[in-house]
């Protein structure tokens, strides 16, 4: 059974940092383009970082790039994203999403605040 875990949500004050964590299971993770996506309430769910299986290549929306990174450790099965000099506008749930030809699995999402 898949699993992927988020965690490192929490509150931040406007220009601070956090860092989340995904720990997969269960699955071939080295397979997997792994993202993370957010979503506040009354929006979409949006795409904020992907990371190829190789860790080769990166994406990133337009509003998070240059302050938010997104890594992978394939042996220990685990993806992280650091969020920097945070906005309130990037206060959502944030969910971590593994892709991998037809099979798709998120994550129950993890809680970030911006507030000051």
């Known amino acids: 059974q898949v699993q992927l875990v988020e965690s490192g949500g929490g509150l931040v004050e406007p220009g601070g940092s956090l860092r989340l964590s995904c720990a997969a299971s269960?699955?071939?993770?080295?397979?997997?383009?792994m993202s993370w996506y957010r979503q506040a309430p009354g929006k979409e769910r949006e795409l904020v970082a992907r990371i190829s299986s190789t860790g080769g290549n990166t994406n990133f929306a337009d509003s998070v790039k240059g302050r938010f990174t997104i890594s992978r450790d394939n042996a220990k099965k685990m993806v992280n994203l650091q969020m920097n000099s945070l906005k309130f506008e990037d206060a959502a749930v944030y969910f971590c999403?593994?892709?991998?030809?037809?099979?798709?699995?998120w994550g129950q999402g993890t809680q970030v605040t911006v507030s000051s």
């Open positions: 269960g699955l071939t993770f080295s397979d997997y383009a």
């Open positions: 999403n593994a892709a991998y030809r037809t099979r798709n699995y």
